[in-house]
C-alpha cells in the first residue's frame, strides 16, 4: 500500500487536474451542483453494483469517480467563497471527533450499540429537533425504512427480542390478508406497507441489510431469466409462446448453475 506521503500527494494532483479542468475543459467549465447532482447518484449506485459483486477493481474505479465529485463540488464552492476542499474535510474531521468522545474523551462504551446512541444523543445536542432529521427525504422508500428504525433504535425506542418483531410481522401479515379478503384497494396499500415495514425491521434484527438483500435477489432472478431467454432462443422459440412448464425446465437448469 501507498505511504501517507504518497496518498497525500495523489490526491493535490487531483486537486491541481480538477482546477485545470474548471478553467480548460468547456464541458467541466458548465458544470453545477445542479448538473452534477444525478451524475453523483448514478455514480453512487454503480460502487453500490460493484461492492455487491465483490468485485474490488471496480469499487477502487468506482470511488475515484465518486470521489472527482467531491472534488468537483468542492472545486465550485470554492469559487464562490462558500467553502473548499478543505473547509468540507475540516468540518468532517470535526464532527467525527465530537461524535466519538468515547475515543477523543473520557466516555466510556461497552459495544456498538452504546455508540450509536451516543451518536444520535449528540446529534439532538447539536441543535436537532429529531433524530430522523437526517434521513434523506429522497432515499428510496426501502432504505429510508432500514434508516428509520435505526435511527430510532439508537435512542431506545426498539422492540427488545427479534422473538417480539416476528410476532409483530405475523400480526401486520394477518391485517393484510384481512384487508385482501375485503377487497379495499387502499387499505391493503397500507397493511402492505406495514408487512414490508415489519419485514426491515426483521432484518435488522437478524443484522441484513434489507437492501443489499433485495438486490442479490434482483441480480439472481435476472441472470436465471436471461438463460431461460437464452435457451428459447436456442430452440427459436419465443417465451411468449412456451408453457409455464416448458420455462421451469431451463429455470430449474438455471437454478444449477
Known sequence: ????????????RLLTIMDELREQCPWDK???????????????????????????????KELGDLLLHIVFYAKIGSETNDFDIADVANEICEKLISRHPHIYSDVEVHDEEDVKRNW????????????LEGVPK??????????????????????????????????ELSEFQEEVAKGNQ??????????????????????IDPENALERTNKKFIKRFQYLEQKAAGLNKKLADMTLAEMDVFWEEAKKL
Open 1 to 12: 500500500m501507498n505511504s501517507r506521503k504518497a496518498q497525500v500527494a495523489a490526491f493535490d
Open 30 to 60: 458548465k458544470q453545477t451542483m445542479q448538473t452534477l447532482r444525478h451524475l453523483t447518484i448514478e455514480e453512487t449506485y454503480e460502487l453500490g453494483d460493484a461492492i455487491l459483486e465483490n468485485d474490488l477493481e471496480e469499487v477502487k
Open 120 to 131: 444520535e444523543n449528540l446529534k439532538l445536542k447539536e441543535g436537532k429537533k429529531s433524530v
Open 138 to 171: 429522497s432515499l428510496p422508500a426501502l432504505v429510508k425504512a432500514n434508516r428509520i428504525q435505526d435511527k430510532v433504535a439508537g435512542v431506545g425506542f426498539d422492540w427488545e427480542e427479534p422473538t417480539q418483531v416476528w410476532e409483530k410481522l405475523q400480526e
Open 186 to 207: 387502499q387499505a391493503m396499500e397500507a397493511e402492505f406497507g406495514d408487512v414490508l415495514f415489519s419485514m426491515i425491521n426483521y432484518a435488522r434484527f437478524l443484522k
